[in-house]
Structures are given as structure tokens and as C-alpha cells.
């Protein structure tokens, strides 16, 4: 089946920027996902960005898409301490296919 | 964005009882629900979708006379662990996909998660 990989553990200083990298298998992606999971929370949708993009910015949050290399990333700018949490990369395949397919999540701890 | 709730947000029960699990669209018809299980520390794992007014689709080793879904209505689906045991604790999560041509289509907007604890 197809696989998401992301590293498990970012450490970060409040102001610093944070940079979640992740890896996906699929070539017939259509849309990838970041996601936030909060402790004992469920998932909260970041952002997203169709394949046919390299880029996208939404005030704090810059994902970039390799689409060649198959790599996504999620830079967040001046990160805070209420950023820490698990981010989620998830990809959905194309020809109408519509259930994700998650990476095991990033672990992002800020430090004040 | 959409909002997907659940109910109860946490259940405790004795081995052998039946935990039934709602999932709401609040402000969306979703023409597809789907539910994940997501044990401690690791990824979601879908476990089984499911179309308004027909039969859910269950992943592989997911057992579909244990997990019992339903999707009686464009706004809810229910996800029933029968007799419940200890290795079926977890933190159950929902999510809602709107139909086509709908702001929400290609979009899944997730539920806050069901802890189920069994003892």
C-alpha cells in the first residue's frame, strides 16, 4: 500500500522557525494534508495543497510540495508555544480515491 | 471550517457491554463518514467508510460484527463496539467528507475523538 513518512521529533525555540518534513509514495497524489493533534484532542486541518502546486502560504504556515521528490514540508514562522503538538502529513490519491493515508505524526515540542 | 462532533467524548464500561459512538456533521451534509482508531502515540488507522444509506466498508482485520457502523442520515454515523473488551480500548475519531461540488468535498474535517476505556 502506499506510505507517508515523517520524522517523529522536532525541538524548536519560541521565535524559532519549524520546519516538519515529510515523504509520501504515492505519484497519483492528488491533495496533501497537515493536520494538528493536540493531546487528547482529535485532528485540526492546517492546510492543505493541490499536486499541481509547489507552494502555499497561509499567514504563519509555508508548505512546500516537491512533487518530483515526493516530499512535503510545513514551515512554520515564529513558532510559539501553543504550537506545540503532533502534526499529521496525509495524502489522498487521485482517480477519485478519497480516504487518507496519514504519516505517524511529528511530535513538534517548543521550548520558551 | 465544518465542524464533526462526538458523543461521548469518553466512556468507561465493563468487558462484555456494547459502547455506541455518534458522530455528527453540524453544519455540512456529509455523503461519507469515515472512522479511525488511534492508539497511543502512533497514526490513525482508518478502520472502516461509510455512504449514507449503504453498508460501511471495512478495512482488512477489521471486524465488521465487532464494529458496527451506521449511517442512517446525511448527518450521522455511529460506530457500536459490541462486547467490548480490553484490547479494544482507544481513542476512537470520526471524520465527515461533504458531497460533491459542496465546500467540504475534498476535505475531511475530523471529530474531537472518543476515549473508550474497557475494563
Known amino acids: 500500500g502506499e506510505d507517508v513518512e515523517q520524522s517523529l521529533f522536532l525541538s524548536v525555540r519560541e521565535g524559532d522557525s519549524s520546519v516538519i518534513n515529510c515523504t509520501y509514495t504515492d505519484s497519483s497524489s492528488t491533495y496533501l494534508y497537515w493536520y494538528k493533534q493536540e493531546p487528547g484532542a482529535g485532528l485540526q486541518l492546517l492546510t492543505y495543497?493541490?499536486?499541481?502546486?509547489d507552494m502555499k502560504q497561509d499567514q504563519r504556515l509555508t508548505v512546500l510540495l516537491n512533487k518530483k521528490d515526493k516530499h512535503l514540508s510545513l514551515r512554520i514562522a515564529d513558532t510559539q508555544t501553543g504550537d506545540s503538538a503532533i502534526y499529521f502529513c496525509?495524502?489522498?490519491?487521485?482517480?477519485?480515491?478519497?480516504?487518507?493515508?496519514f504519516g505517524k505524526g511529528t511530535k513538534l515540542s517548543v521550548i520558551p | 471550517g465544518a465542524v464533526v462532533s462526538q458523543h461521548p467524548s469518553r466512556v468507561i464500561c465493563k468487558s462484555g457491554t456494547s459502547v455506541k459512538i455518534e458522530c455528527r456533521s453540524l453544519d455540512f451534509q456529509a455523503t461519507t463518514m469515515f472512522w479511525y482508531r488511534q492508539f497511543p502515540k502512533q497514526s490513525l488507522m482508518l478502520m472502516a467508510t461509510s455512504n449514507e444509506g449503504s453498508k460501511a466498508t471495512y478495512e482488512q482485520g477489521v471486524e465488521k460484527d465487532k464494529f458496527l457502523i451506521n449511517h442512517a442520515s446525511l448527518t450521522l454515523s455511529t460506530l457500536t463496539v459490541t462486547s467490548a473488551h480490553p484490547e479494544d480500548s482507544s481513542f476512537y475519531i470520526c471524520?465527515?467528507?461533504?458531497?460533491?461540488?459542496?465546500?467540504?468535498?475534498?476535505?475531511?474535517?475530523f471529530g474531537p475523538g472518543t476515549r473508550l476505556t474497557v475494563l
Open positions: 495543497i493541490f499536486s499541481n502546486m
Open positions: 471524520s465527515a467528507r461533504g458531497g460533491a461540488g459542496g465546500p467540504s468535498y475534498n476535505e475531511q474535517f
Open positions: 496525509a495524502e489522498i490519491g487521485g482517480a477519485g480515491s478519497y480516504q487518507l493515508t
